[in-house]
């Protein structure tokens, strides 16, 4: 797994980069993904969160987590078939991540700052793999599977 991390912010400490990175590497061998599969993290706060969920999602509040799945087909967009390009890693997509929400939330729930950041990056990482909670049976299915992979980490609810 090849993983991206860009901190727009300057503030990610680097035992928390590492603790994305660890998190995602992890994943990907839990869903038993192929090797040669690739993604971006872009660590943000809330007021580029704002202006990234109003400009894509036309929502102007910030949110804790976006993601853009490159394999997801949108009305409108021309869909690039990415088995054309064979010898490159696959891009599954990236996830926008505002570490002043995961601060926020990780007071307001009552745990650590590292399980919600943890916690979202998985969440946003799900999602790049075509997870989603639309409907309650999907939501049973993402949410297990995100506890089952905090749990096997190291990152489940104490």
């Given at each position: 797994m090849i993983i991206d991390l860009i901190d727009e912010t300057n503030q990610v400490a680097s035992e928390h980069l590492k603790l994305v990175e660890d998190i995602i590497d992890f994943s990907s061998d839990y869903l038993q993904l192929?090797?040669?599969?690739?993604?971006?993290?872009?660590?943000?706060?809330?007021?580029?969160?704002?202006e990234i969920n109003r400009d894509y999602?036309?929502?102007?509040?910030?949110?804790d987590v976006?993601?853009?799945?490159?394999?997801?087909?949108?009305?409108?967009?021309?869909?690039?078939?990415?088995s054309v390009y064979q010898?490159?890693?696959?891009?599954l997509g990236d996830i926008i991540l505002s570490i002043d929400r995961a601060r926020e939330q990780a007071?307001?729930?009552?745990?650590?700052?590292?399980?919600?950041?943890?916690?979202?990056?998985?969440?946003?990482?799900?999602?790049?793999n075509g997870y989603d909670h639309l409907t309650p049976e999907d939501e049973k299915e993402m949410f297990g599977l995100q506890a089952d992979i905090l749990n096997a980490f190291?990152?489940?609810?104490?």
């Open positions: 192929p090797k040669g599969v690739e993604c971006a993290i872009t660590f943000v706060d809330n007021a580029r969160i704002q999602r036309g929502k102007d509040t910030p949110t976006i993601s853009f799945a490159l394999d997801d087909v949108v009305d409108g967009e021309v869909h690039l078939d990415s010898d490159a890693p696959h891009h007071i307001e729930y009552g745990h650590s700052f590292e399980r919600e950041l943890g916690f979202l990056a998985l969440h946003g990482f799900l999602h790049l190291g990152l489940g609810r104490d």
